[in-house]
């Protein structure tokens, strides 16, 4: 085989069914941990460096095309010469990089911690639990807010941590779809728009829009359809209301999209007020008013979003057949 040959549909949900069994082991050496420690040194080392703000920009997008890019030529590189040893050993990297761009289990081990943090009733450590899967401060959350900060997130994680890679599996392999990865975990560490960032991260923050925006917006359909078959017709047809009304609500031109259908399917409210750092930032309201979201949400929310991810997978394998 050749790292140029895209993956067959048994490869793919081989890598999918991974990720089900597997999760992210700590141990495992994570291509996407090795990503977070180079942008980790960039932000720390690259970017005191450069007090320009145009320099600092250009520096930026040297970092935002550069990262991606040697995802996907290392990744090419890995199969091509496992392939060299053996056509089978090329399977096996090919499989075993495609598996870990994917992070459902991941998504879901974190998320049913803060449930179980909850029905424990201890607020604290859900506070504490739910902090390591948002980026809003979490000190002082209330239990309908951990309970919105997490069905969000499931929302948001659905199609960057699942639908994105499959689609980029099925276009191109795991070479692009570790690019993906590389331009996700960019986004996510300097992709804001702080004092620190607003420069550096720019070129980040840009290409993960245009990473996403077919993603985010699959999700929502998927999620959509996920709500008629768990909760039927008119649950379904509500989702479909809210996201059109809804989705391009948002500051993000994509994460609006699976938060505004994830809301019409559980018709709750999310969206409203956060704080980062100390200072609170209100987001648009997404979805119709009515009771304060509960931990049984969190639940379905899950359930959505296992429902979207198998549909994702299927639609995904289908294009490889």
């Known amino acids: 085989m050749s790292a140029a040959e895209p993956m067959t549909a048994g490869q793919l949900l081989l890598a999918c069914l991974l990720d089900a069994l597997v999760g992210d082991p700590r141990g495992f050496p994570h291509p996407v941990r ?9 932000d720390e ?14 520096a930026g997008a040297v970092l935002a095309v550069g990262l991606p890019t040697a995802a996907f030529v290392l990744g090419w590189l890995a199969i091509e010469l496992a392939a060299e040893l053996h056509r089978s050993i090329g399977i096996v990297v090919q499989v075993a990089l495609a598996f870990t761009t994917l992070a459902a289990r ?12 909850l029905a424990g009733g201890s607020l604290g450590a859900a506070r504490q639990t739910v902090s390591q899967i948002v980026g809003r401060d979490t000190d002082d959350l209330s239990e309908s807010e951990i309970v919105r900060a997490t069905v969000e997130t499931v929302a948001e994680s659905t199609s960057d941590g699942v639908v994105a890679p499959l689609l980029y599996l099925a276009l191109a392999g795991p070479p692009l779809a570790l690019a993906y990865k590389a331009i996700s975990t960019l986004d996510s560490m300097i992709g804001h728009l702080d004092e620190r960032h607003r420069e550096f991260g720019w070129a980040s923050a840009r290409l993960d829009d245009l990473a996403n925006w077919i993603p985010a917006r699959l999700t929502a359909l ?5 709500a008629g078959l768990y909760s039927g017709r008119e649950r379904m047809k509500r ?5 059109l009304r809804d989705g391009g609500k948002h500051a993000s031109p994509n994460s609006g999209r699976p938060e505004a259908a994830m809301a019409g399917a559980l018709a709750i409210q ?4 956060n704080v980062y750092d100390g200072q609170p930032v209100t987001r648009p309201l997404l979805g119709d008013p009515g009771p304060p979201a509960m931990p049984s949400h969190i639940s379905q929310a899950l359930t959505l979003m296992m429902i979207a991810s198998l549909l994702a997978a299927l639609l995904a394998a289908g294009a490889r057949l």
């Open 222 to 226: 998927f999620l959509t359809l996920a």
């Open 34 to 42: 090795l990503m977070g420690e180079a942008v980790a040194w960039a």
């Open 106 to 117: 991941d998504l879901i081990d974190h998320v049913r911690r803060v449930q179980e943090a």
């Open 239 to 243: 989702a479909w209301e809210i996201l």
């Open 45 to 58: 080392h690259v970017r005191p460096l450069v007090r320009d703000p145009i320099a600092l920009k250009a």
């Open 270 to 273: 999310l969206g409203g007020t």
